[in-house]
């Protein structure tokens, strides 16, 4: 059964760069096509799409974000990762890492971490 | 990329039938038959319960079903239960090789 796991700082201050990274086990992430991707859910809102990483290392990212977000593969340790620089109160957010099968566009992320608060604060 | 429109809130007595609307355009919604629908309950992951405008991963009960209409998706619940109590958010691929959700809508089982 394949589980993920994020991890990582849960208070970041404005102006600076959230990481977090998402531990997978039970699966490889190097191998069957899948996409690794990163969802996001302010306190109280709904879900925002903030991008993914192909097996391969092809990336795909929100618009809306894609100057500040890169998303990372590290095979040796079976993971993969978040940065998003120069935060603001509006990145506040649980952080979600989840699997998506192939192909690419059915929405299927059918694999979730259990998801992180970070607090974007002083 | 703007978010897809849904119902702040539906309801529906147990065992009656609902449907969540989810509105796009023909950027997203419109362009492809690749809309799905997620299910959350409060503190917890969001679960795929429809991707491929209608199909059902393996698991879900067949009282859950979507379909589409030019640029409006829609999700149906048949024979409503009080476990289906929850919020639950459509999601599209877009013309640019990005996702966008839904806006959100709750059901409550009256």
């Known amino acids: 059964q394949l589980q993920l796991q994020e991890s990582g700082p849960g208070l970041v201050k404005p102006s600076e760069t959230l990481s977090l990274t998402c531990t997978v086990s039970g699966g490889s992430i190097s191998s069957n096509s899948d996409y690794w991707g990163w969802l996001r859910q302010p306190p109280g809102k709904g879900l925002d799409w903030i991008g993914c990483i192909y097996y391969t290392g092809s990336t795909y990212y929100n618009p809306s974000l894609k100057s500040r977000v890169t998303i990372s593969l590290d095979t040796s340790k079976n993971q993969f990762s978040l940065r998003l620089s120069s935060v603001t109160a509006a990145d506040t957010a649980v952080y979600y890492c989840?699997?998506?099968?192939?192909?690419f566009g059915s929405g299927k992320y059918d694999y979730w971490g259990l998801g992180t608060l970070v607090t974007v604060s002083s | 990329q703007s978010a897809l429109t849904q119902p702040p809130s539906v309801s529906g007595s147990p065992g009656q039938s609902v449907t969540v609307s989810c509105s796009g355009t023909s950027s997203d919604v419109g362009r492809y038959n690749r809309v799905s629908w997620y299910q959350q309950a409060p503190g917890t992951a969001p679960r795929v319960i429809i991707y491929?405008?209608?199909n059902r991963p393996s698991g879900v009960p067949d009282r859950f079903s979507g379909s589409k209409s030019g640029n409006t998706a829609s999700l149906t619940i048949s024979g409503l239960q009080a476990e289906d109590e929850a919020d639950y958010y459509c999601?599209?691929?877009?013309?640019?090789?990005?996702?966008?959700f839904g806006t959100g809508t709750k059901v409550t089982v009256l």
């Open positions: 999601n599209s691929y877009t013309s640019s090789s990005t996702y966008v």
């Open positions: 989840a699997r998506h099968p192939p192909y």
């Open positions: 491929d405008v209608s």
